[in-house]
């Protein structure tokens, strides 16, 4: 089995074919299949952000009398995710259903 052997230890073949297992059926597997479809879909992460081809975040004042959350976002054209800061990876359900 490829997941117990050390990768420094596989053949470039067995790179390959474990590198495509994990895109295929491991965690980042649906977002592998939005970028595929040209989808939209809605990304969370940890650092309180969701992606949605746009960031969309919460700020909080600090302090002040009328003080309320503001919700702020900004075009993200092209974007590197580290897979460790991803938390949730969904569909949109009003494409995905048509």
């Not at 479809?37 to 700020?59: E, K, V």
């Not at 004042?61 to 460790?84: F, T, Y």
């Amino acid at each position: 089995s490829l997941l117990n052997k050390p990768w420094r230890q596989m053949t470039l073949e067995e790179l390959q074919e474990w590198e495509e297992e994990e895109l295929n059926v491991g965690p980042l597997s649906m977002l592998t299949k939005l970028v595929k479809n040209s989808t939209q879909g809605l990304i969370n992460c940890r650092n309180n952000r969701t992606l949605l081809g746009w960031g969309m975040w919460t700020q909080v004042p600090k302090s002040g009398k009328k003080s309320q959350p503001v919700n702020k976002d900004h075009c993200i054209s092209k974007m590197l995710l580290c897979k460790d800061s991803v938390t949730l990876v969904s569909q949109n359900p009003l494409i995905a259903f048509k």
